[in-house]
């Protein structure tokens, strides 16, 4: 369950570096039991006259449909709104648009160009921001990731996972999950495409308390090793596409998870990727739609995840009662 001290201030979700080890575990428990309630078809109204606003500046398909689809499930509205309907979209400042929001819904989920933008909105808002994506983390999808991981291997602490290809978004949130649950995280990226240095150095310093480690090197086939998972995700994130053609030079043929690269880790191991795949590039189509691979439980516990997250975000620790409920 949640730690005592939980107190029930605006919690936001920028980067999953904010959960404690003990919140991340409530969130999974929660997920599963919110996977195992859904098939009995029982309305809920945890969110009952609670409305959130979810503000896309990108494109989604998962993020989008997973929220609203919790939100709806939970007895909540959503509203969606793209940049070019906002204001946001020419020129009112993240300042006043958070402050605005924050009179009217109880909650906002942003997947935006710029982290810093996403900082400034939840500094500004009053009530909890939850990132959808931002150019630097997208921790929302790690929940799904972490949840599909312990489905199918009992357990998270003592597991190797093994990160092959752009150190990006998803990677930096994944070190922060990685460490938070006390798994062996080893990261393999060319130089260029290393993860943010400061997450590398948080997520150590998370370790000491939870036994996992980190590790950042080069060589796939010595990163994948024994791993019981295998993650990747495209090689070209959204609003790197101009560097699409140096991107693939350097990652291709190296960094793509094939089944010879596969081979290297435990002959249970999963293959994980957040989705959408490219395959022939940062993996094969024999990987992604083979035996091994876990990506669509990923995407569905999408789903399931985003209740759990909601419900401590916005109900604090009402969600401790909610678990109990269910
Ligand atoms: N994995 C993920 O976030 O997918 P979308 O871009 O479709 O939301
Ligand atoms: N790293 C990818 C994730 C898409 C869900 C991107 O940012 O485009």
Redesign the pocket.
């Known amino acids: 369950m949640l730690p005592p001290n939980r107190s029930s201030v605006k919690k936001d979700f920028l980067t999953l570096a904010e959960l404690s080890p003990q919140e991340l575990q409530f969130v999974l428990r929660l997920s599963a039991k919110f996977k195992k309630r859904r098939k009995k078809m029982a309305p809920a109204s945890h969110l009952r006259m609670r409305t959130l606003a979810l503000l896309f500046q990108?494109?989604?398909?998962?993020?989008?449909?997973?929220f609203e689809v919790a939100i709806s499930e939970l007895g909540g509205e959503s509203i969606t709104l793209s940049m070019s309907e906002l204001q946001l979209g020419r020129g009112e400042t993240p300042e006043d648009t958070a402050a605005v929001l924050s009179r009217l819904v109880h909650g906002i989920i942003a997947?935006v160009n710029s982290h810093e933008e996403l900082v400034r909105l939840a500094s500004a808002s009053s009530v909890p921001v939850i990132n959808?994506?931002s150019d630097r983390f997208?921790p929302?999808?790690i929940l799904?990731d972490l949840l599909t991981l312990q489905e199918r291997k009992k357990r998270l602490r003592g597991l190797k996972v093994a990160w092959v290809g752009d150190g990006n978004n998803?990677c930096n949130s994944w070190l922060y999950g990685a460490a938070l649950s006390g798994i062996d995280f080893v990261v393999a990226a060319p130089r260029d495409y290393r993860p943010l240095e400061q997450a590398v150095r948080e997520a150590e310093s998370m370790t000491k308390s939870t036994g996992g480690t980190i590790t950042v090197l080069e060589d796939p086939i010595e990163a994948v090793r024994d791993a019981d998972c295998v993650v990747t995700d495209t090689f070209v994130s959204?609003g790197f596409e101009s560097d699409r053609e140096k991107r693939l030079s350097v990652l291709m043929p190296k960094y793509t998870v094939s089944e010879e690269l596969m081979s290297h880790a435990k002959r249970d191991a999963i293959f994980e990727h957040?989705?959408?795949a490219h395959r022939g590039e940062e993996v094969t189509s024999g990987v992604i739609d083979g035996p091994q691979s876990v990506v669509l439980d990923?995407?569905e516990n999408?789903l399931h995840t985003a209740k759990a997250l909601l419900c401590l975000v916005l109900l604090g620790k009402k969600a401790q009662a909610i678990a109990r409920s269910l």
């Not at 990108?58 to 997973?66: A, D, V, W, Y």
């Open positions: 990108k494109q989604s398909t998962r993020t989008r449909l997973s997947r959808g994506l997208h929302a999808q799904a998803v959204m957040c989705m959408p990923q995407a999408r």
